[in-house]
């Protein structure tokens, strides 16, 4: 995300700055990689940067995926359903505490 920012300062001057929310880092690839990741960009009219970016959004959507389909079917096979066993906990909160003196 970019993001604008204008200062104003004395006799009707001001300054603008921009940045963007963007992290620059440096990885180390096998000379092989490279020369295919060239081609890849070639092809597809796009710079290593947005291969790199594209590559790492595909492999996180990937993953994401991936804890998703392990929490799919956790109550399978429990002996109460969700909503029960919601109802159960939030009763919980309207049952009165006992505090001890000290």
């Known amino acids: 995300m970019t ?19 963007v992290m ?7 000379e092989q990689d490279i020369q295919d990741l ?3 960009c070639a092809r597809e009219h796009i ?3 947005e291969a ?6 595909g492999y996180l959507k990937m993953h994401r995926a991936e804890c998703n389909d392990a929490a799919f079917g956790m109550w399978k096979g429990r002996q109460k359903d969700g909503l029960s066993y919601q109802h159960d906990i939030r009763n919980e909160w309207s049952e009165p505490t006992v505090h001890e003196q000290p």
């Open 3 to 21: 993001e604008h920012i204008r200062y104003g300062l004395s006799r009707g001057k001001c300054i603008d700055l921009m940045y963007d929310d």
């Open 52 to 57: 790199v970016r594209r590559a790492v959004s």
């Open 24 to 30: 620059r880092t440096i990885i180390d690839l096998p």
């Open 38 to 40: 060239d081609g890849l």
């Open 47 to 49: 710079s290593r940067a």
